[in-house]
């Protein structure tokens, strides 16, 4: 899979001005520029000044030197294994929405989960026959469209239990029939052989979930490599949003495999050492 970062500058810093509730204006008034000289940073349109970058940075309660990285280009995340543990990941991209979804197996007993299925619905039922695998569920982070859009054609393929969060179960699709279950916070439950934790990781949706699977991750939109999803449900839920991934997701060992809905594969470690939003 590529290593093509999700965020660039542009994206971190509109995501920290958005979390903060900060307007235009007033950050670009801070930093003594313009509108549009801030509008064409956070668009990507140039690439910023390491004053610019450090003074952003101070604005925004973002890392300078993970920041500035960022603008250079000068940061990718070291490659995460995909076969470990028993454990075999086949990573389904679909490029047009930059969505990642998984169909994550386990070796020994040929059972696996499907997660966040957003597209190309015929591509993840390919890589279970690939594999031989038997799919034993669906697991769902979170209910955007583009992490659900293929869910009624797998439901339809594959007939097993959907595990999501309840306050994400409205959102979903029309699914006769379906085996919908749900988990609380803090939960574990069983499907197949893995055992999964659910983590409240909130701010991007309504229950948006972090499920722990073994010694790896599947944080949907909370974090990505080098960034954060963006705190959709809106700036009163910034801080809670940064509390609870560094809380549930960065509190968990060096080693341990996160799984995004969007971008490459990172590290627990990789995220404290160079993520922008994260900085000790």
């Not at 300078?64 to 454990?87: C, S």
Request: aromatic share 6%.
């Amino acid at each position: 899979m590529t290593d093509l970062l999700e965020d660039e500058f542009g994206d971190i810093i509109g995501k920290a001005r958005f979390g903060l509730n900060l307007s235009a204006r007033d950050v670009a008034g801070r930093l003594g520029i313009s509108t549009d000289d801030l509008a064409a940073l956070e668009d990507c349109a140039r690439s910023p000044t390491k004053a610019e970058s450090d003074a952003l940075a101070a604005v925004l309660n973002l890392d300078p030197e993970r920041l500035l990285a960022v603008a250079q280009d000068a940061y990718v995340p070291d490659p995460v294994a995909l076969d470990q543990g028993g454990v075999r990941i086949r990573v389904i991209p679909y490029p047009p929405m930059r969505v990642y979804q998984y169909v994550i197996g386990d070796v020994e007993t040929g059972q696996a989960v499907v997660v966040d299925p957003g597209a190309v619905p015929d591509q993840i039922l390919g890589v279970l026959a690939d594999e031989q695998w038997t799919a034993v569920a669906v697991l769902v982070t979170h209910a955007d469209a583009d992490h659900i859009d293929a869910l009624p054609a797998i439901h339809a393929a594959l007939s097993v239990p959907i595990w999501l969060h309840p306050n994400e179960q409205p959102r979903l699709p029309a699914l006769a029939g379906a085996d919908i279950r749900t988990f609380d916070h803090g939960q574990h439950f069983r499907a197949g052989p893995f055992q999964v934790q659910a983590r409240r990781t909130p701010g991007h949706a309504p229950g948006h979930s972090s499920l722990v699977l073994r010694d790896l991750v599947l944080v949907g939109d909370a974090i990505f490599a080098g960034s954060l999803g963006r705190t959709a449900l809106g700036p009163a839920y910034y801080a809670e949003h940064l509390a609870a991934v560094r809380s549930q997701i960065l509190s968990l060992p060096a080693a341990t495999r996160l799984f995004a809905g969007h971008g490459p594969p990172t590290t627990v470690g990789e995220e404290l050492a160079n993520n922008p939003f994260f900085a000790a």
